[in-house]
């Protein structure tokens, strides 16, 4: 371990699986156990350039001996990607956070059937649930979304995983069956019994689809939980005026900047991550001023109590914002 935010680990091994997808088996720099994590979790992983990405963790919860993630390169992304697939070769050591957990997997009496819904590389996470719900016996189904049989992930895995009978593989191209169709998400959750949970992950687009259908069936919105990689976040508008109250400085931020970089260039800099709001690392407390909330992190009623806003892609709906920085 460097510090109390970050774990030194090494790249012990690095695999191709499905088009354009790296999985990457990481373990302590020093052989240590690593800390324990729970289904649904993320690390941060800090890449070259100070780029900070956030990827879910797609092993086995119980084992500690190394953690793995596993990374979709995409020609339209932010550079993270890109930076992971060309810099993180088997034996280099880099720098990642602790485990956290913004989507955790609700199991215990009571807790009812999980729908697990991985779209694309979404599917990481739903692979610890997996885990975890079959070695406590709960029920559940885990449907896998692709583009084709040639983009999927993990397929020698999980056909030879202990709750392979579970999984329903689905596709948009080249169908190898027909029951390997596309998903059919109402005609699934239609079928669900009484306290039923759904889990999604996936492109924007994909979830919406799953998650609206879900309500459709009538899951209150306790009983859907979700997890975004990507979002297309609303950029631009009027010009403000931020003050930092510890500081007291204060910074109009421009038409087309954020906060962050406003702050930045008066010499207040917050860590930032994922720069879509969805990760929480830059969330700010707000001392005055209404939020122009642009987030997927916080829930509705987070952003009505306009007590926090992520500074890495929300605005402001008055003149002057005072956050406690």
């Not at 371990?1 to 373990?27: E, N």
């Not at 020093?30 to 070259?48: I, S």
């Not at 950029?235 to 038409?255: H, L």
């Not at 709001?277 to 829930?299: A, F, K, M, S, W």
Request: hydrophobic share 40%; glycine share 10%.
């Amino acid at each position: 371990m460097t510090s109390a935010q970050t774990l030194r680990v090494r790249v012990a091994k690095r695999q191709a699986s499905g088009q354009d997808i790296a999985l990457f088996t990481l373990v302590s720099a020093d052989g240590a156990q690593l800390p324990a994590f729970e289904a649904g979790a993320h690390l941060d992983v800090h890449l070259p350039g100070g780029l900070v990405r956030q990827y879910s963790l797609c092993g086995d919860p119980t084992d500690k001996t190394h953690y793995r993630i596993g990374v979709l390169r995409d020609a339209n992304s932010r550079g993270g990607s890109i930076a992971v697939h060309e810099h993180l070769k088997e034996g280099v050591e880099l720098e990642i956070s602790a485990p956290r957990n913004h989507f955790p997997l609700i199991t215990g009496p009571g807790a009812g059937k999980a729908y697990l819904f991985g779209g694309g590389i979404g599917v990481t996470p739903m692979i610890a649930m997996a885990h975890t719900l079959h070695k406590t016996g709960m029920d559940f189904e885990f449907h896998y979304s692709s583009r084709s049989p040639a983009h999927m992930a993990f397929t020698a895995e999980l056909d030879a995983a202990p709750y392979a009978s579970r999984i329903h593989k689905h596709f948009d191209e080249n169908a190898p069956t027909p029951a390997q169709q596309r998903a059919d998400a109402a005609a699934i959750l239609g079928a669900a019994p009484p306290g039923a949970h759904v889990y999604v992950c996936g492109p924007k687009g994909y979830m919406d689809w799953v998650m609206d259908t879900a309500r459709a069936q009538g899951f209150p919105k306790e009983r859907i939980h979700y997890e975004f990689f990507q979002v297309d976040v609303q950029k631009g508008g009027d010009s403000f005026t931020v003050v930092a109250q510890a500081s007291g400085k204060e910074v109009v931020v421009e038409a087309e900047e954020t906060i962050a970089n406003a702050l930045e260039r008066i010499g207040i800099r917050v860590q930032v991550s994922c720069e879509q709001g969805i990760c929480g690392t830059c969330l700010t407390n707000v001392i005055e001023g209404t939020p122009d909330h642009r987030d997927e992190y916080q829930t509705d009623e987070e952003k009505a109590a306009n007590e926090q806003i992520t500074i890495c892609c929300s605005r402001s709906l008055t003149p002057r914002l005072v956050l406690d920085l």
